[in-house]
Structure formats: C-alpha cells, structure tokens
C-alpha cells in the first residue's frame, strides 16, 4: 500500500511540476480543453523538459543544480515545496534575464542556503501548504540574490529580508532542537541526513563560479581555450557546470 502511495505522490508531483512550468496557478481550478490533436500536450511536454535540462543535465543551457542544497533540508529531509520553488526561482530568472547575476553570487547564494535553511522551513510553516507557499519561497531566495549582489553578509542578508512586510514573521536565529531519540538503529532521514553532511564535506565545485558539481551535470573546460592553442590534456582540463563552460564564461 506504501508503494502505491509513493506512486501517486510522485505522478502529483510530476502534474505539478508540469503546471509551473506552464504558467498553471495551482492553487486555481483550471478548465483546460481536451487536446484532441495532442499539440497542446506536445507544447506542455517541451517546456517541461527544456526546465529540466535547465536545472540539473549535461544540456549545455544546465546550471547543473544539486539537490542536496536546493531541495533538502539540513536534517536529510527531501522537500517538496523547495522544488517547486527552485522551479518558479528558475523560471524568474530566465524572464528577468538574470542568470548569469545568479551566476556571479553563486557561491554566495549556496552558502546563504546551507547557513539559513531553516528560514524556508518557517515560510513553509506558515501556510503549511505547498501551492501557498512555493512561490513566496522563490520570492525569498531572489530577494537574497539582490541582497547578496549588493554586497550584503549572508546574516545581514537574512536580517533584511527578515525585516520586510513580507518576511516580517521570519525568526534568524536557528533554534536547536536536541535529538532525544534513544533507538540503536538509524531511521531513513536519519541516514540522509548523515550522507548529506559527510557529502557536504568537501563536494566537488565548479572551477568557474565555485557552485557545487552535481554528478549528473558536469561539463570539462579547457583552461587555456582551444582558440588559444589548449591541448585536450589532464592537466589543462577542469570540471564546471555546463552553463558555466558553455556560455557564461564567454
């Protein structure tokens, strides 16, 4: 019965995913047409898949995102509204042409979320509602952006953004919550979490805005450029994001 549970959950999942990257406001009853034709599904479909190559592919157009940062939280927990918000994120990026300003912070950025995750778990928590709460989420991390582009600390950051109408409910200051489990064995977050913090160790980065490399979306860039007379060898070669290699450098 779990098995079938977790399906469902997930073809809700993908149905949402697709409704973002469509324009869809979840939280409206939307009356779409039957496709007779299926153009229109066709449509949907090649705008789902040129998202996700956007977020984590060996696509050159990839920012090669890693989950581990964006949709988890530091206790091993998989969340889903930190998804849909990255996708909205994204997608705000892509309409503002800001890409490549989320590039310049990038390392910023990811340790601003590390730091201050537990802020989006009280956004979250507020609504308790993944449609209500997604984009007020993407909102949020676009605002560190700004914040993070004009030079601000990851704590005055998070200070200012907390000091808006907006944010005005959010509390900086990580509450410690003391883990009075007396099992001998380790549940499944359990577990995540301890492969999430050995895998936060010292992750591999992107060599040209020093982002996190997922495994899933690497690209090897010539250090001295072929134009420039660099050979193919190991010692002229390093890892990056495909965005990053293919077309924020030049």
Same mark, same amino acid.
């Given at each position: 019965m779990q098995k079938y549970t977790e399906i469902s959950k997930t073809i809700n999942n993908y149905l949402d995913f697709l409704n973002i990257v469509n324009n869809i406001d979840l939280n409206k009853v939307v009356v779409i047409d039957d496709d007779i034709n299926g153009e229109k599904t066709i449509v949907f479909l090649k705008k789902a898949r040129k998202l996700a190559y956007r977020l984590n592919s060996n696509h050159p157009s990839s920012l090669g995102i890693h989950p581990i940062i964006y949709c988890y939280s530091r206790d091993g927990r998989h969340r889903t509204v930190s998804f849909f918000a990255l996708v909205d994120f994204?997608?705000?990026?892509?309409?503002?042409?800001?890409? =490549?300003?989320?590039? *310049?912070?990038?390392?910023?950025?990811? *340790? /601003?979320?590390?730091?201050?995750?537990?802020?989006?778990? +009280?956004?979250?928590?507020?609504?308790?509602?993944?449609?209500?709460?997604?984009?007020? $989420?993407?909102? /949020? !991390? +676009?605002?560190?952006?700004?914040?993070?582009?004009?030079?601000?600390? &990851?704590? *005055?950051?998070?200070?200012? $953004?907390?000091?808006?109408?907006? /944010?005005?409910? !959010?509390?900086?200051?990580?509450?410690? $919550?003391? &883990?009075?489990?007396?099992?001998?064995?380790?549940?499944?977050? +359990?577990?995540?979490?301890?492969?999430? =913090?050995?895998?936060? +160790?010292?992750?591999?980065?992107c060599k040209i805005c020093n982002g996190m490399i997922h495994k899933n979306s690497i690209s090897i860039d010539h250090i001295q450029r072929k134009a420039d007379g660099g050979f193919a060898t190991s010692d002229n070669g390093q890892i990056t994001h495909p965005y990053c290699n293919t077309t924020y450098k030049n």
């Open positions: 994204v997608m705000e990026l892509e309409k503002r042409t800001k890409i =490549n300003e989320f590039i *310049d912070t990038r390392e910023k950025f990811e *340790d /601003f979320l590390l730091s201050y995750d537990y802020l989006i778990k +009280q956004i979250y928590e507020k609504s308790r509602d993944i449609q209500k709460s997604y984009k007020i $989420i993407s909102y /949020f !991390l +676009q605002e560190a952006i700004t914040h993070l582009k004009n030079g601000k600390s &990851n704590h *005055d950051t998070a200070r200012e $953004i907390a000091s808006t109408d907006k /944010f005005k409910y !959010l509390t900086v200051g990580e509450l410690i $919550i003391p &883990n009075d489990s007396f099992s001998k064995d380790f549940d499944k977050n +359990q577990k995540s979490e301890i492969f999430l =913090n050995e895998a936060l +160790q010292n992750p591999p980065k």
